[in-house]
Nanobody, 120 residues
Framework: QVQLVESGGGSVQPGGSLRLSCAVSGSILSIYTMAWYRQAPGKQRELVATITSGGSTNYADSVKGRFTISRDNAKNTMYLQMNSLEPEDTAVYYC??????????????WGQGTQVTVSS
């Protein structure tokens, strides 16, 4: 079983920055993709960014150029650096890990979520 623990959320003004962290523990072998999702009030949970075990990244159009996803394998931690934050970025942010299991089965794990609020 994989456990994800998030930190780094908070309140900032528009144009400000935050860095979210997600610590990974447990049976972490064969995790091939990690991701950040977010869910704003009244909206469906959406994918923000992904990073593979090899370091390849992808971003939602709404955050391209402003957010950076990264991982530190030595610390078993994933990060989301968020710059130029906008009120529309206000949401609960969740970290996610996808794991390939024996027999081509997959498992997916979620963090508890951390609140990000962007307002003046």
């Amino acid at each position: 079983q994989v456990q994800l623990v998030e930190s780094g959320g908070g309140s900032v003004q528009p144009g400000g920055s935050l860095r979210l962290s997600c610590a990974v523990s447990g049976s972490i072998l064969s995790i091939y993709t990690m991701a950040w999702y977010r869910q704003a009030p009244g909206k469906q949970r959406e994918l923000v960014a992904t990073i593979t075990s090899g370091g390849s990244t992808n971003y939602a159009d709404s955050v391209k150029g402003r957010f950076t996803i990264s991982r530190d394998n030595a610390k078993n931690t994933m990060y989301l650096q968020m710059n130029s934050l906008e009120p529309e970025d206000t949401a609960v942010y969740y970290c996610n890990a996808a794991q390939l299991l024996y027999g081509f089965r997959h498992a997916q794990y979620w963090g508890q979520g951390t609140q990000v609020t962007v307002s003046s």
